[in-house]
């Protein structure tokens, strides 16, 4: 358990006598606090700065709008209420009835969590003591729709920096909406006069149609759904080693069974990953998916990926707002989730039918470099520990999560130790580090990136008729090289690393071929 997490269980240990959270608490809490990070980064910013960043990063912080799908009695109350001491504002509470708001207010006070309740017929006086508390440091504030439609009052609220939003029941939204709640209907537009960072909808139970219309309504169709269940024995983890990626992915997108998705990181990535899937296949399947496309777009897309029964979706952690595709087979990370609690939420796109779906993510020597940079005792390093680790996958998963003792149902390094799988082909890199192990004075950094250049391409013709390595692809091998500090094969890596740097300085080696290199 990370310093992060002890906090968060102290909180909960503290204030509600709890001492553990569930994964899916944690998983919903992450995405407050992460959302809340984003939101921080950009606070100091000067309005043209955070408008850039927004448009950058837009698609992290859709986090912060989340539709929460939980069993009654799965403790969502933890969910908001934990935050609300972490976060520096107030947490505004929308609930459908009186008697449930009454309910909650005692539940708190009990907890020492100072809330206000704003209702339907209180004085000017009750009011304004109301503030006056928010004011003092209230952490929660319980109101209704209803009440939320008094102009005065919102004006008021929206000038004392709502940081998080929780709206329970909120399949009511699209269920009352239309009729004797009609004002579950402005809730949209109230958010947007309050701004928080953070929205949060809770629902016991939503079909897909309940799920859009909720989006719609609350959201714009910009929601981030989260549900329950956190251990996925259908979805099976495995780890693929390579320096060059995109090639790496084209040659998944060769191998494992379709609908794909491949998870991007940035946007560039995205719409250049699918550019070079339909360029190999000379046919267009690939599409690429953001937040930044205008909902006609979106719609067209998730559409064309919703039908198709072998399509490739290339896309930004934005994907999945409100779609709900049953049979994806794969789900790829191009680039690694941050932490643990995104990782298994996307990873969790795949096998919604029960079916087995593969989650599968791309690790570099640089991606190693990367998350040591956060610590070990941060939640962003726990997805190194996942990559690199030579025990269970799941078990790393839900260590991260604080929940039980996993039964693997299927990861590689599981599959392996159990004689299931066969080992996979060395990595990129490692083929060109087999290369200057055992020709360690034949061989200039040039001369390698050529030399890697033939011996991928031979492999690519092998396997698939068809070469796709370029000249860059190997020199992007070349340079993670010599940019690690190598960790991984410590017996000879530092003298490689010192090696090929004195090579750089020289002009002419010879060096020898070595067909035999797998």
């Given at each position: 358990?990370?310093e992060?997490?002890?906090?968060?269980?102290?909180?909960?240990?503290?204030?509600?006598?709890?001492d553990?959270?569930?994964?899916?608490?944690?998983?919903?809490?992450?995405?407050?606090?992460?959302?809340?990070?984003?939101?921080?980064?950009?606070?100091?910013?000067?309005?043209?700065?955070?408008?850039?960043?927004?448009?950058?990063?837009?698609?992290?912080?859709?986090?912060?709008?989340?539709?929460?799908?939980?069993?009654?009695?799965?403790?969502?109350?933890?969910?908001?209420?934990v935050?609300?001491?972490?976060?520096d504002?107030?947490?505004?509470?929308?609930?459908?009835?009186?008697?449930?708001?009454?309910?909650q207010?005692?539940?708190?006070?009990?907890?020492?969590?100072?809330?206000?309740?704003?209702?339907?017929?209180?004085?000017?006086?009750?009011?304004?003591?109301?503030?006056?508390?928010?004011?003092?440091?209230?952490?929660?504030?319980?109101?209704?729709?209803?009440?939320?439609?008094?102009?005065?009052?919102?004006?008021?609220?929206?000038?004392?920096?709502?940081?998080?939003?929780?709206?329970?029941?909120?399949?009511c939204?699209?269920?009352?909406?239309?009729?004797?709640?009609?004002?579950?209907?402005?809730?949209?537009?109230?958010?947007?006069?309050?701004?928080?960072?953070?929205?949060?909808?809770?629902?016991?139970?939503?079909?897909?149609?309940?799920?859009?219309?909720?989006?719609?309504?609350?959201?714009?169709?910009?929601a981030?759904?989260?549900?329950?269940?956190?251990?996925?024995?259908?979805?099976?983890?495995y780890v693929?080693?390579?320096?060059?990626?995109?090639?790496?992915?084209?040659?998944?997108?060769?191998?494992?069974?379709?609908?794909?998705?491949?998870f991007?990181?940035?946007?560039?990535?995205?719409?250049?990953?699918?550019?070079?899937?339909?360029?190999?296949?000379?046919?267009?399947?690939?599409?690429?998916?953001?937040?930044?496309?205008?909902?006609?777009?979106?719609?067209?897309?998730?559409?064309?990926?919703?039908?198709?029964?072998?399509?490739?979706l290339?896309a930004?952690?934005?994907?999945?707002?409100?779609?709900?595709?049953?049979?994806?087979?794969?789900?790829?990370?191009?680039?690694?989730?941050?932490?643990?609690?995104?990782?298994?939420?996307?990873?969790?796109?795949?096998?919604?039918?029960?079916?087995?779906?593969?989650?599968?993510?791309?690790w570099?020597?640089?991606?190693?470099?990367?998350?040591d940079?956060?610590?070990?005792?941060?939640?962003?390093?726990?997805m190194?520990?996942?990559?690199?680790?030579?025990?269970?996958?799941?078990?790393?998963?839900?260590?991260?999560?604080?929940?039980?003792?996993?039964?693997?149902?299927?990861?590689?390094?599981?599959?392996?130790?159990?004689?299931?799988?066969?080992?996979?082909?060395?990595a990129?890199?490692?083929?060109?580090?087999?290369?200057?192990?055992?020709?360690?004075?034949?061989?200039?950094?040039?001369?390698?990136?050529?030399?890697?250049?033939?011996?991928?391409?031979?492999?690519?013709?092998?396997?698939?008729?068809?070469?796709?390595?370029?000249?860059?692809?190997?020199?992007?091998?070349?340079?993670q090289?010599?940019?690690?500090?190598?960790?991984?094969?410590r017996?000879?890596?530092?003298?490689?690393?010192?090696?090929?740097?004195?090579?750089?300085?020289?002009?002419?080696?010879?060096?020898?071929?070595?067909?035999?290199?797998?």
């Open positions: 358990m990370n992060d997490e002890d906090f968060i269980v102290a909180i909960a240990k503290e204030k509600f006598g709890i553990y959270l569930y994964p899916w608490q944690r998983l919903i809490i992450a995405n407050i606090l992460d959302a809340y990070e984003y939101f921080k980064m950009c606070e100091s910013m000067s309005k043209e700065e955070k408008e850039n960043f927004y448009k950058e990063n837009s698609d992290s912080f859709c986090r912060g709008r989340q539709i929460v799908l939980l069993p009654t009695g799965a403790g969502k109350s933890m969910c908001f209420q935050p609300a001491f972490i976060l504002g107030p947490t505004l509470v929308i609930y459908p009835l009186l008697a449930l708001m009454s309910d207010k005692r539940r708190m006070e009990e907890s020492q969590l100072d809330c206000v309740v704003f209702r339907g017929g209180q004085t000017v006086e009750e009011i304004e003591e109301n503030f006056c508390r928010i004011q003092n440091g209230a952490k929660i504030i319980l109101a209704n729709p209803e009440v939320l439609q008094n102009q005065h009052l919102l004006a008021r609220l929206s000038t004392i920096k709502i940081k998080h939003i929780a709206i329970d029941e909120a399949h939204a699209s269920e009352w909406g239309d009729s004797f709640r009609p004002s579950y209907l402005q809730l949209g537009k109230i958010i947007k006069v309050l701004n928080p960072p953070m929205i949060t909808a809770f629902t016991a139970t939503a079909s897909p149609q309940v799920l859009e219309r909720m989006s719609e309504i609350l959201f714009d169709g910009q981030h759904v989260v549900r329950s269940e956190s251990d996925r024995q259908n979805i099976h983890y693929k080693k390579a320096a060059c990626k995109k090639k790496e992915a084209l040659k998944l997108a060769l191998t494992e069974e379709k609908p794909m998705i491949i991007c990181g940035t946007r560039f990535n995205a719409a250049d990953m699918a550019k070079e899937l339909n360029a190999f296949f000379n046919k267009k399947v690939a599409q690429f998916y953001h937040a930044g496309f205008e909902k006609s777009e979106k719609e067209r897309i998730e559409q064309w990926f919703y039908n198709s029964t072998d399509g490739i290339c930004t952690c934005a994907y999945g707002m409100g779609v709900d595709k049953k049979n994806i087979k794969t789900v790829v990370h191009l680039e690694a989730s941050t932490t643990a609690e995104a990782y298994i939420q996307e990873a969790g796109r795949g096998g919604r039918d029960g079916s087995v779906a593969k989650a599968i993510l791309i570099s020597l640089e991606d190693s470099l990367k998350f940079s956060f610590g070990k005792n941060s939640r962003q390093y726990s190194k520990i996942f990559a690199e680790t030579t025990e269970c996958r799941r078990q790393v998963l839900l260590n991260a999560l604080g929940a039980e003792q996993a039964v693997c149902s299927g990861c590689d390094v599981c599959d392996e130790k159990n004689g299931i799988k066969e080992k996979d082909e060395p990129d890199w490692q083929i060109a580090l087999k290369l200057i192990k055992k020709y360690k004075n034949f061989y200039t950094p040039e001369t390698l990136q050529e030399e890697l250049t033939f011996r991928m391409n031979k492999y690519f013709v092998k396997m698939f008729g068809k070469k796709f390595w370029n000249h860059n692809d190997s020199k992007e091998v070349v340079r090289i010599q940019n690690s500090e190598f960790r991984i094969q017996k000879f890596a530092t003298r490689i690393c010192s090696f090929l740097t004195e090579l750089t300085k020289k002009n002419v080696i010879t060096r020898k071929k070595d067909d035999e290199i797998q």
